[in-house]
């Protein structure tokens, strides 16, 4: 059988291939984002009773009324903004699904999207697989903020959508007020949508504030901001996220959605539901992963890296300019295979590999793990 493949220039994901190789070489893995800790036995417990008392069956298609409205709660706690649960939010099978939801519910062919690179490597081929057409823009290097100059000078008729992405992956970089006020300025009165993703929306650090487009109603009234419970309560492998947008969008939305995975696993949510009743529980995730950043940055001074900075996420960059002629993919595989610690290399995050000599970590791990991995690191002179 022959196949006309819709993704011609996609492999398997940097994340996998890393991995793979990780395990390979019985490396520590600092690549794929995920804590090696566990999560709360409190939310497993409240998961494994409602799978006992028997609530197995078919949630609703847009999620079960108790977490929507627990999350409408959060919401307004956090952002000072009332958002429907009825209308408004939808649960997801994970925070990249919401995304792809989300650009196939407005994308046509031939329209086009900004997204700023380095960007998370689902945004291009969700993208194109719908058949619209990315506009790459390079973040500022090295402190990755956003040319709004030259976002401007890109907006035409086909523009239809822009990709926002804060705290970022890869790079740990936010968006300020500032950047919310030129957002505003360039899809004022135009039909331009925005997808902001924000599953690092609690992991922000050095007491800043998450500019969520839920404070902003002339944002949110055009936009789809996308969720993650894995990564707020240390449980990646769940695959469980939400969606919060205006009515009529959402509407849409949840036509693709009921047609694609119709609703998602109602133990978890029943879980999830009673354990958000405590907000301890993500509150103080910024200044619990923060610590996390700062035990590694401190580690990490013991090596030739040098960081970039973090200001949110699960991660940081390091840079190793001047130190070595090898491409960060080259490197990270020497690191793993002689080195025994897998990074991600940043150059994956571009469509034409763009290499600044930088490399990710996670460092949201056991203190431990990081103990280990920096010991083997500083062997790495270049
Ligand atoms: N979000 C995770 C990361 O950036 C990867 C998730 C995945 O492997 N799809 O590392």
């Known amino acids: 059988m022959k196949i006309n493949s819709k993704l011609p220039n996609v492999g398997t994901t940097v994340f996998t291939t890393m991995s793979h190789l990780a395990t390979q070489y019985n490396s520590v893995n600092l690549g794929q984002g ?66 792809y939801t989300a650009l196939t519910t407005v994308l046509e062919p031939g329209d086009e999207v900004i997204v700023f690179e380095p960007a998370y490597d689902s945004y291009i081929p969700n993208i194109e697989i719908n058949g619209a057409v990315p506009v790459l823009i390079p973040l500022e290097f090295p402190g990755y903020s956003i040319p709004w100059d030259i976002v401007k000078s890109k907006i ?74 894995g990564k707020t309560f240390h449980s990646t492998g769940w695959k469980i996220g939400y969606c919060i947008s205006s009515p009529s969008l959402m509407k849409e939305f949840r036509k693709v959605h009921q047609f694609n995975c119709f609703s998602v696993h109602t133990p978890s949510q029943v879980g999830l539901a009673g354990y958000l009743l405590n907000k301890d529980s993500y509150i103080n995730l910024g200044s619990f992963v ?59 995050f571009y469509q034409a590999g763009t290499d600044n000599k930088v490399i990710r970590f996670c460092f949201c791990k056991k203190e431990e793990t990081l103990d280990k991995a920096v010991e083997k690191l500083v062997r790495y002179k270049g």
């Not at 970089?173 to 902001?196: C, H, M, P």
């Not at 590694?296 to 013991?302: G, I, K, Y």
């Open 290 to 348: 923060q610590k996390k950043r700062d035990y590694f940055e401190q580690l990490m001074t013991a090596t030739i890296f040098k960081p970039l900075p973090s200001y949110g996420s699960y991660f940081q960059c390091y840079s190793y300019e001047g130190v070595s002629e090898l491409s960060d993919k080259d490197l990270a595989v020497i690191l793993t295979k002689e080195y025994g610690v897998t990074p991600i290399p940043v150059s994956a």
């Open 34 to 99: 995920f804590p090696d800790f566990d999560m709360s036995q409190d939310l497993a417990e409240l998961v494994a009773k409602a799978m006992k008392d028997g609530l197995n069956q078919y949630a609703p298609m847009a999620g079960l009324p108790v977490l929507l409205e627990r999350l409408s709660e959060k919401v307004l706690d956090l952002y000072q903004v009332e958002v429907n649960p009825i209308t408004d939010i939808t649960i997801t099978p994970g925070g990249t699904y919401a995304i």
């Open 156 to 229: 035409n008729e086909k523009t239809k959508m822009i990709m926002i992405n804060s705290p970022h992956n890869p790079t740990g970089s936010v968006i300020t007020y500032a950047d919310i006020e030129q957002l505003r300025e360039i899809v004022k009165g135009t039909n331009i949508f925005i997808l902001s993703d924000e599953v690092y929306e609690h992991l922000i650090f050095d007491g800043l504030q998450h500019q969520s487009i839920l404070r902003f109603p002339d944002l949110l009234e055009r936009a789809f901001v996308c969720f993650s419970f």
